[in-house]
């Protein structure tokens, strides 16, 4: 289920040296990536390399639809690297964790352990060091995933559709083929783990690339002018409010659109009051064709579910495994 599995080893050995209680591990388990025995009790184990705040999300997602999920069972994650609010996602879900640092949250019938502080002594891990998950990468992958025939494209229809450089195209293919994520055969190219890919590129999405997306944050009193003013203008409706239309399932709190024209006249057409903790965030579109339905009135399902699993928010969480569920 991982393949590198030193991580596990000496997140155990760091707990065991600062609290100095007897664990034995064991990895033989098909189910889950091995069990954890902690002074007799037994924890479930998922193995992640890394843990920041998008990650925390996916997993949690991954431990509640587990086939043999049990509220009363011990789950733990055990991971090289937890960010500050992966652990508080964790602590609110009452899942266990640990990390190579030492640091963990433990608490059951018979332990309660917290051990806070502990820092690495290595750089963290960064999925987003890897080329093919850098901003040019981000972009064409979004393509591939969102229309089941690029794979077909040439080049440079690929450079065109996600107006990048062809040469990045052909090196970020290359680096695709190479990581297993595309097969190429004597006549075309094939998407292969599509259902990883997906993940990843949602995960890299929110760490590098949206970020970079954002333009300016406002207050809106009147948000139901954002839904029924849109149907002809250039932007687009993303997060809780675009899913709140396509599901039914969720009450929109915070607001998120796409939009590349000027901010003042949209700003003067809504009556946007400038707010740096404004319920209103605009970000800058990235994408060049339009790939969803709806008379591109909301953005593509695959970028709802991606601006879903961004948020600490169990709602958002669960809409966003709707929207899985149904397809992407």
């Not at 002594?121 to 591939?144: D, H, M, P, R, T």
């Amino acid at each position: 289920m991982y393949r590198d599995n030193d991580y596990i080893y000496e997140a155990i050995a760091s707990l065991e040296d600062s609290s100095k209680l007897t664990i034995e591990f064991n990895s033989n388990r098909g189910e889950y990536d091995g069990i954890v025995d902690i002074e007799g009790e037994h924890f479930y184990m998922f193995a992640r390399k890394d843990a920041r705040l998008i990650h925390a999300n996916l997993i949690i997602n991954e431990i509640i639809n587990h086939p043999n999920y049990k509220a009363n069972k011990n789950y733990i994650v055990v991971s090289d690297f937890i960010a500050n609010e992966s652990k508080e996602v964790f602590k609110n879900n009452k899942i266990n964790y640990l990390d190579t640092s030492g640091n963990a949250f433990i608490f059951s019938k018979k332990l309660k352990v917290l051990i806070e502080g502990r820092k690495k002594s290595k750089n963290e891990v960064n999925s987003s060091n890897v080329k093919i998950f850098q901003e040019a990468g981000i972009k064409l992958i979004y393509v591939l995933l969102t229309n089941r025939g690029a794979c077909k494209c040439s080049l440079r229809e690929l450079a065109a559709n996600a107006g990048i450089a062809l040469g990045s195209v052909s090196n970020i293919m290359k680096e695709l083929e190479e990581a297993d994520f595309i097969i190429k055969t004597s006549k075309e190219r094939q998407l292969k783990n599509r259902e990883e890919l997906l993940q990843k590129w949602v995960t890299a999405y929110n760490e590098v690339l949206k970020p970079k997306l954002f333009r300016k944050a406002y207050q809106i009193k009147n948000t139901n002018d954002l839904v029924m003013n849109n149907s002809n203008s250039s932007y687009q409706i993303g997060g809780e409010l675009a899913a709140a239309e396509i599901t039914n399932y969720l009450i929109p709190k915070e607001y998120e659109i796409y939009y590349a024209d000027e901010l003042i006249d949209f700003a003067k057409q809504f009556k946007l009051i400038p707010d740096t903790n404004g319920n209103l965030k605009i970000y800058n579109k990235f994408w060049v064709d339009e790939t969803n339905a709806n008379n591109n009135r909301i953005v593509s399902k695959l970028l709802i579910y991606a601006d879903l699993m961004g948020t600490n928010n169990d709602r958002n969480r669960e809409t966003a495994q709707r929207i899985l569920d149904k397809g992407l």
